[in-house]
């Protein structure tokens, strides 16, 4: 069973940073994509980045692009993603996925098989 864990969540004002991380056993998997995914109240699940680590392939959501880099670290096995000039429509709870396929659709929440339990970013005006 993968176990995918988030952490870094938090409250934060407008144009401040916040770097979340995750940790997933199927790191270790040459083909894997991971990526960062967000859900706002009442608002459907959408990609915010995601990576391929067969050729390290980034993808960003039009409205994150040029504020939020998605990254990893190998020798830790963890997943970053580093989100500065926060704004607040980026307020949701931000999940973590992977899984151990290439994912046709890098962005798409329904191409990954395991999820993390979720960790609240909330930024203020």
């Known amino acids: 069973q993968v176990q995918v864990v988030e952490s870094g969540g938090g409250s934060v004002q407008a144009g401040g940073s916040l770097r979340l991380s995750c940790a997933a056993s199927?790191?270790?998997?040459?083909?894997?994509?991971m990526g960062w995914f967000r859900q706002a109240p009442g608002k459907e699940r959408e990609g915010v980045a995601t990576?391929?680590?067969?050729?390290?392939?980034?993808y960003y959501a039009d409205s994150v692009k040029g504020r939020f880099t998605i990254s990893r670290d190998n020798a830790k096995n963890t997943l970053y993603l580093q989100m500065n000039s926060l704004k607040p429509e980026d307020t949701a709870m931000y999940y973590c996925a992977a899984t151990p396929y290439k994912a046709e659709e890098a962005l798409m929440w329904y191409e990954y098989n395991y999820w993390g339990q979720g960790t609240q970013v909330t930024v203020s005006s």
């Open positions: 990576i391929y680590f067969g050729d390290g392939s980034t």
């Open positions: 199927v790191y270790t998997y040459s083909r894997s994509c």
